[in-house]
């Protein structure tokens, strides 16, 4: 089969020959339909440090997937050759004490397909059976490609409760401008988005944020008086990363506003702690989606109404997949979806 691997330690991305993977008894092959770009798939197409310490080579990268299933292990009850499906590309031991409880989204032994093991830029991924999400037939192929990073934005907007709040989110990236047409689909009043690109902003906008705001040319204190917000706001997603981003949410909260931290910030990120004790403030890590609650939550909001059309920018055949990580690369974009049907 063909695959997208990352065979040298260097810049880039190379289509190779390589086996079908074999599966195992309690595993299914899946034949790759759709796959979408994650930031984390840039981290190692750019060979950056992350990716110098982290990815094994060589790797088949990728974990945002959609296709049918091809084979399946003796074990595996309950699913049938054909049946449509994505899958978590979170893999979790089963055996410590969050995942007898039951609780797999915190087990401490997470592995992650395309990162430690291979991944779905293939013809084929082998995945066990317990990470396989049946898909609704009335959702189609390029939106479960990223439910993945939907699952990401559901995971951490439905933390808190939103009915009626005024919401924070910093980062337009694909993740919170999916997660600000979450907020607006449960009943947010305001949800204010911030970022330092515009093209992105633009799409915020498009994804349903009541204002976006640029901070290089706008504070967020002028955005609350002229919203008529009392203190500041009750919620804040925190989704682009940037430590400049995240002071300036922890300093634009009500008191006793909650917090939900699903970008990944540097080790000496500096925090106004006095705004977090005297302000009562709570912070929430995010990591990854609840298997399965916010599978099956995606599934029923798409369902009831909540639209990310919109997130999708690009959709390339797999034989242009350069042109793609170009496009991320290049901030311009939103979800970028690879066809590998044809
Ligand atoms: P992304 O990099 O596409 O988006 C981040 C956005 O933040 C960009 O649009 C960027 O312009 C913006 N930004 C940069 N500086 C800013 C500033 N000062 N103020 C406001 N915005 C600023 O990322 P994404 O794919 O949407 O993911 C969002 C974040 O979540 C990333 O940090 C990513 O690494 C992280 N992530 C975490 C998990 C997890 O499980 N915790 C999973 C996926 C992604
Ligand atoms: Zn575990």
Redesign the pocket.
């Known amino acids: 089969m063909f695959a997208l691997v990352k065979s040298k330690a260097e810049k880039g991305l190379w289509m190779e020959k390589v086996p079908v993977p074999e599966i195992g008894h309690n595993d299914v092959l899946v034949k790759i339909n759709k796959t979408s770009i994650?930031?984390?798939d840039v981290h190692i197409y750019n060979w950056d440090t992350w990716s110098q310490k982290t990815i094994p080579i060589p790797l088949i990268i990728g974990h945002e997937f959609v296709g049918e299933i091809a084979e399946i292990g003796n074990n595996v009850r309950g699913l049938k050759i054909g049946e449509r499906v994505s899958g978590e590309g979170h893999l979790v031991c089963g055996v410590c004490r969050n995942c007898l409880a039951g609780k797999r989204h915190l087990c401490k032994d997470t592995k992650g397909v395309g990162v430690n093991r291979n991944g779905a830029f293939a013809e084929y991924l082998a995945i066990p059976a317990t990470n396989v999400w049946r898909c609704s037939p009335d959702i189609e192929d390029d939106i479960l490609s990223c439910f993945d990073?939907l699952g990401?934005a559901v995971h951490t907007a439905l933390s808190f409760d939103l009915i009626g709040e005024d919401v924070l989110i910093?980062?337009?990236?694909?993740?919170?401008i999916m997660a600000a047409a979450i907020c607006k689909h449960v009943g947010a009043r305001h949800v204010v988005v911030?970022?330092?690109?515009e093209f992105?902003l633009q799409l915020a906008k498009k994804m349903g944020a009541t204002m976006v705001v640029n901070?290089k040319e706008q504070k967020l204190s002028e955005v609350i008086q002229q919203l008529g917000m009392k203190e500041g706001f009750d919620v804040g997603f925190e989704?682009?990363?940037?430590p400049?981003?995240f002071s300036?949410m922890v300093n634009n909260m009500y008191h006793g506003g909650k917090i939900a931290?699903?970008?990944?910030q540097q080790p000496n990120t500096i925090i106004d702690w006095d705004k977090v004790v005297f302000g009562c403030l709570t912070i929430k890590?995010?990591?990854?989606r609840e298997m399965f609650e916010t599978w099956y939550k995606m599934t029923t909001m798409l369902q009831s109404g909540l639209d990310i059309s919109s997130v999708i920018t690009h959709r390339f055949d797999i034989r242009d997949y350069e042109k793609g990580f170009e496009a991320m690369n290049s901030?311009m974009s939103g979800k970028i979806v690879l066809d590998w049907s044809k």
């Not at 910093?170 to 919170?176: H, Q, W």
């Not at 911030?194 to 690109?197: E, L, P």
């Open positions: 994650c930031g984390t990073p990401n910093t980062g337009a990236g694909p993740i919170g911030t970022d330092i690109n992105r901070t989704m682009s990363g940037n400049q981003a300036e931290m699903l970008g990944i890590g995010i990591y990854g901030g």
